[in-house]
């Protein structure tokens, strides 16, 4: 039983400390394996070429240690869990009811009907100075309890999508914390919400001490009409327990879809598409919302980029240095390679995304046999399709950072463009940020991280015809900001 590679090279990225170590398996990586049949293995699978991702096993107890700590505390129980009702506490929401979870060692709080959902989110002007680019940014406000400066109180990724009216609907968590007499403590309201409408999901965890958290409910993935949850049960300081939950994105209760010690060792977590959703891990297993088995899409944990449902079709890339590559699972022939150059190590794709019109991805070219990186490399693109004969590459721009792997999350494609993080590491900090890319004609344009050390860019999530959607880091938390596109200027032309 394993962690995403790429949740734990996010974590690994903001050093471990403070509240994030309560949501990581430590700092530990997992195992490098073989890929599905239809990749070759190739290259040294000990470096992938990218900061932080995973490359050896875990450090964290085994299922059976982990079940029978699990049957230690039922037995200390009378050999079965409490499932009595119990006194709601005092900063659950007014109204909300308990939603006691993994065999009730453990309750989260939902609102019994959709009129106790909690409001919409209020956006405000950017509030820091983000450097000498002149655009327009507004950023989620912070208008619930915390003690971290504002604006950042939104805890871990927060992924999104652009459904088919243009709206932006997001799946984060607002952290809640205060200092008392015993430490500091925290809590989350996470939720499903519109960026400009009514919040269609909510679950409440309430306060425990940042230093010791029994529980912690986790962002996993948000689709059309559907989402995904997952909740980690910690001992001693280590996750050995993943109940994944989801389903449509209006349920009040959504139910539990897997039970990591009930299931297969290999499932970490579940990651929601509007029409299947994937159990990640060691194996990527792929089922319908009804649980039937589509059959395997990876195996080998930490070889794979973050996937990406593009409706019915599952967008990710084998990314192993040297070998890199885009694939795609369909329910109708499995995983497939969609861009690659058969036994040419020479060149790779990786970094893939898509919006199902577009696909992007990052080409490297011209790696020699003493290279640690690809010499050459450039932002592709095509229209979308399954079916590899009808990948159309066009380079749009050259890409600068170090490797065309995929760094934690998928670049953001939406209406013609795309979004890619955009980082060269800490000794050229102030040349990265957050790169939008024309898909027309490559025209680009690169915001700048601020001048100042520290707070910065972090990942896009969602391209509309008008904005871009993207986390931004400061203090071991999130915000959210959102730049108009009409405002960043005309943009870098396309270099030869």
Wanted: glycine residues 12%; aromatic residues 10%; contains cysteine.
């Amino acid at each position: 039983m394993r962690a995403r590679a790429w949740t734990r090279a996010w974590l690994a990225g903001l050093g471990c400390v403070g509240v994030v170590m309560l949501l990581a398996r430590g700092c530990g990586s997992d195992s490098v394996s073989a890929p599905v049949a239809e990749v070759p293995e190739g290259g040294d699978r000990g470096d992938t070429g990218q900061a932080g991702r995973d490359t050896s096993p875990a450090d964290r107890p085994e299922p059976a240690d982990a079940r029978a700590d699990a049957d230690a505390r039922a037995d200390a129980d009378g050999g079965q869990a409490d499932c009595a009702p119990k006194p709601i506490p005092p900063d659950v929401p007014a109204g909300w009811e308990e939603y006691p979870v993994m065999d009730c060692m453990y309750r989260l709080y939902v609102p019994p009907t959709r009129e106790l959902l909690p409001p919409p989110l209020i956006w405000e002007p950017c509030t820091q100075d983000l450097g000498p680019d002149s655009y327009e940014c507004r950023q989620i406000k912070v208008d619930w309890p915390t003690v971290y400066p504002a604006p950042y109180a939104i805890g871990g990724e927060a992924p999104a999508y652009v459904d088919a009216d243009g709206k932006v609907v997001m799946q984060l968590r607002k952290v809640y914390s205060r200092d008392t007499d015993q430490g500091r403590e925290g809590a989350y309201m996470a939720m499903v919400v519109e960026a400009d409408g009514p919040v269609r999901q909510a679950l409440w965890q309430d306060y425990y001490p940042f230093n010791h958290a029994p529980v912690v409910i986790w962002n996993s993935a948000v689709a059309p009409g559907k989402s995904s949850w997952m909740v980690m049960q910690f001992s001693g300081g280590t996750i050995f327990r993943d109940v994944s939950m989801g389903g449509d994105d209006t349920l009040l209760r959504p139910p539990v879809l897997l039970d990591v010690l009930e299931s297969s060792p290999d499932s970490a977590t579940v990651m929601a598409g509007s029409d299947y959703y994937v159990e990640t891990g060691y194996s990527w297993r792929v089922r319908g919302w009804d649980g039937t088995d589509k059959g395997f899409a990876a195996h080998g944990a930490g070889a794979y980029s973050p996937p990406t449902w593009v409706g019915p079709v599952l967008l990710f890339a084998y990314e192993v240095f040297p070998t890199f590559r885009v694939l795609r699972w369909t329910e109708q022939d499995g995983t497939r390679e969609l861009v690659g150059f058969g036994s040419d190590e020479t060149k790779g794709a990786g970094y893939p995304g898509s919006d199902g019109k577009d696909l992007v991805w990052v080409q490297g070219e011209g790696l020699g046999p003493d290279d640690t990186d690809f010499p050459v490399k450039s932002i592709m693109t095509s229209p979308f399709s399954t079916d590899p004969s009808k990948i159309q590459p066009r380079r749009l721009r050259k890409y600068e950072p170090r490797s065309i792997g995929t760094p934690v999350m998928a670049p953001a494609v939406g209406c013609g463009r795309a979004a890619f993080g955009y980082f060269f590491g800490s000794s050229e900090a102030d040349k990265g940020g957050l790169l939008v890319v024309r898909l027309a004609d490559g025209v680009s344009w690169l915001i700048h991280e601020p001048p100042q050390p520290g707070p910065g860019w972090s990942w896009p999530i969602a391209v509309t015809c008008t904005e871009v959607f993207s986390m931004f880091l400061g203090r071991g938390l999130h915000t959210v900001r959102r730049i108009r596109l009409d405002s960043l200027g005309p943009g870098m032309a396309p270099d030869p």
